[in-house]
């Protein structure tokens, strides 16, 4: 990515590295920020450059435990089927192979416009 230290570059390439190497399993939290202390930064980044990064948390006796895993790589806009939302360059994740009910959690959240009566 333009503008981001060497670092960071580094980190995302070995955050990425585990993440492939351990598909579609789920690695938990403490081993990413092995790799990298701000590895949420990092994510955020893999997810901007088109990387579909899913995680998890839950809650066992108070404390939170969290996990994350690699699904897909997103497809370019170009690749977008006609009419696809777009966002910051990918196509929706909802979108791309049908999948919102595996990639959500909660369902579709979509908001819908109501109008006063």
Same mark, same amino acid.
Request: net charge positive.
């Given at each position: 990515?333009? *503008?981001? +230290?060497?670092?960071? &570059? @580094?980190? !995302?390439?070995?955050?990425?590295?585990?993440?492939?190497? %351990?598909?579609?399993?789920?690695?938990?939290?403490?081993?990413?920020?092995?790799?990298?202390?701000?590895?949420?930064?990092?994510?955020?980044?893999?997810?901007?450059? *088109?990387? +579909?990064?899913?995680? &998890? @948390?839950? !809650?066992?006796?108070?404390?939170?435990?969290?996990?994350? %895993?690699?699904?897909?790589?997103?497809?370019?806009?170009?690749?977008?089927?006609?009419?696809?939302?777009?966002?910051?360059?990918?196509?929706?994740?909802?979108?791309?192979?049908? +999948?919102?009910?595996?990639?959500?959690?909660?369902?579709?959240?979509?908001?819908?416009?109501?109008?006063?009566?």
């Amino acid at each position: 990515m333009p *503008g981001t +230290a060497p670092y960071a &570059q @580094t980190q !995302r390439a070995r955050i990425l590295g585990l993440l492939k190497s %351990r598909s579609p399993e789920w690695v938990p939290a403490f081993e990413i920020a092995e790799l990298a202390l701000q590895y949420n930064a990092r994510v955020k980044e893999l997810r901007e450059a *088109g990387h +579909a990064i899913e995680n &998890q @948390t839950e !809650r066992v006796h108070g404390v939170t435990h969290s996990w994350f %895993r690699l699904l897909r790589h997103r497809r370019p806009v170009s690749a977008a089927a006609p009419g696809a939302r777009v966002e910051r360059g990918v196509v929706d994740r909802a979108e791309y192979e049908g +999948a919102a009910e595996s990639l959500s959690l909660f369902g579709d959240l979509t908001p819908t416009l109501r109008c006063p009566s």
